[in-house]
Structure formats: C-alpha cells, structure tokens
C-alpha cells in the first residue's frame, strides 16, 4: 500500500519574496507540512494494527488524526501551487482563465465581492485554519467556505481549488499578529492558472453526490 509523501515544492524558498519570506517558505514546508505527512502515515499504520489486534478502543481518536493529518497534507500541496512569484491581479479572459472569471462572477456577483468573502473568511476563522474557494457540484457553483484546523465546516461534495492558509505558521515569523495584512498580501502571489485548472477538473468530474438511482 502506497503510503504519503511530501512533494516537492513547485519553486526555491526565495520565490515569493517579499509576500512570504524564505525563512517561513522553508519552516512551512519542511517541517510543518512534512509533520503532516509522517502524521497521516503513522496514523494509518495504528489503523491497521488495532484491525489485526481488533482493539478498537482508539479509533474516535485515530480516525479524527487520519482526517487531521491528510487534510493539512492535502491542503498544503494544492497551497504551494496555489502560488506564484509572478502571480496576483485577478482572472482575466486575455490571461487564459476567461471560464474561472467568468464562474466567479456569476457565483459572487463581482471579483471584488469574491476577493473581499475569501479574505474576510481567512482572517476570521476561529483559531487556526484556513479561507477557501471550493466548486460545490450540486448547484455547479463556487462557494466560500471556512475550515477549522483542517477540517469542519465544509460541504461534504466541494472540491477546494484556492486555499489561504490562516495557521500563524504559516504568516507570524513575518507578519507577527497582523493575520490581515498576510491575507491581503496573499492576492499578489495566487496563481489564477493554477486556480483555472483545478476549476476544470473539479467541474469535470462525476460527482457521487450527482448520481441517480
């Protein structure tokens, strides 16, 4: 069985200066989101042993480290690409992502009333977690949804496509306590070819939710 990796990053450390500086590039992916990784695998490894054992006195806790664990790593591999060094601005058709501008403002009424739900779920989600436009595939449309830690308040068939990560580790060694003005910085470096890709392919895909008897 195939078990979890940490990728490797899409771009040296120094590539989003000055919005994210090396030194958090380097703590966030090879210490924070590696923890993920090692934490998702060695919860899967308890899994399999309390099967063989069948002690199952532990699985409320184990199940809720696996989601823990494999949300941050899966949250933090689509982050990395979410970004670039040449990247901010908004969708635009002439930039090639014409469909995502296009989805955005007819879910969110304009791109500025997008950007100022995104950054306002960011900055205020409860403790640490994250902002995030998802596809919804049941109205076929893009939503905004909070995520506490990794998890929670999420609808159970939305495909994230562009996350924000509101976890001090992720903004305090540079931005100290000003969880707002990180997340305002954070538009300069969204990478909208990324963001259009995975619009694509969420909106795509069969959902289980679509199927009919």
């Known amino acids: 069985m195939a078990v979890y990796t940490l990728p490797?990053?899409?771009y040296d450390y120094s590539a989003l200066a000055p919005v994210i500086s090396p030194e958090i590039i380097e703590l966030h992916h090879d210490k924070h989101h590696a923890a993920y990784v090692k934490g998702a695998n060695d919860t899967l490894e308890q899994l399999a042993e309390a099967r063989d054992k069948e002690t199952?006195?532990?699985?409320?806790?184990?199940?809720?480290?696996?989601?823990?664990?494999?949300?941050?790593?899966?949250?933090?591999?689509i982050y990395w690409h979410n970004m670039t060094g040449d990247g901010g601005g908004e969708p635009l058709a002439a930039d090639g992502v014409g469909e995502l501008a296009d989805a955005i403002a007819e879910?969110?009424?304009?791109?500025?009333?997008?950007?100022?739900?995104?950054?306002?779920?960011?900055?205020?989600?409860?403790?640490?977690?994250?902002?995030?436009?998802?596809?919804?595939?049941l109205s076929g449309r893009l939503i905004v949804e909070q995520v506490y830690d990794h998890q929670g308040n999420v609808g159970q068939g939305s495909t994230p496509i562009l996350v924000f990560d509101a976890w001090e580790h992720a903004?305090?060694?540079?931005?100290?306590n000003q969880k707002v003005d990180f997340i305002e910085a954070m538009w300069q470096v969204?990478?909208?070819q990324d963001v259009a890709r995975r619009f694509e392919v969420a909106r795509s895909r069969t959902n289980a939710l679509l199927l009919t008897p």
């Open 171 to 176: 903004f305090y060694l540079q931005y100290k």
């Open 56 to 77: 199952w006195g532990s699985i409320n806790g184990l199940e809720k480290n696996l989601a823990f664990h494999l949300s941050g790593h899966i949250l933090h591999s």
């Open 8 to 10: 490797e990053l899409p």
């Open 190 to 192: 969204v990478n909208w």
């Open 107 to 137: 879910s969110f009424g304009s791109f500025a009333a997008f950007k100022a739900q995104l950054s306002k779920a960011a900055a205020t989600t409860q403790g640490s977690g994250w902002g995030v436009l998802a596809y919804e595939p």
